[in-house]
């Protein structure tokens, strides 16, 4: 069974940063796709961004310029560096992978954002 365990949440000043982690765990053969997305309370969850595992990424225009993504491969972990926080990022992120061909996700962690 495969895990995902996102971290680095909390609560930061708008104009603030955050580093988001997530690892994937057990029975690996492969993971292509990578990505955070996140969801507000009676909205939809959205994505923010992706990374393939050849590195090329993609984000929403409301993260770009502000949020990157990254991954270390050998460590089977995303992060995602966000920058000048906006009240607005206010919310759950989730991390979630295609691993073994199939999409896997994990808990979320919070993310607020104080004005």
């Known amino acids: 069974q495969v895990q995902l365990v996102a971290s680095g949440g909390g609560l930061v000043q708008a104009g603030g940063s955050l580093r988001l982690s997530c690892a994937a765990s057990g029975i690996i053969f492969s993971i292509n796709v990578m990505g955070w997305f996140r969801q507000t309370p009676g909205k939809q969850r959205e994505l923010v961004a992706t990374?393939?595992?050849?590195?090329?990424?993609n984000y929403a225009d409301s993260v770009k310029g502000r949020f990157t993504i990254s991954r270390d491969n050998a460590k089977n972990t995303v992060y995602l560096q966000m920058n000048s926080l906006k009240p607005e990022d206010t919310a759950v992120y989730y991390c979630n992978a295609v691993v073994n061909g199939l999409w896997s996700g994990g808990q979320g962690t919070q993310v607020t954002v104080s004005s």
């Open positions: 990374i393939t595992n050849g590195g090329s990424t």
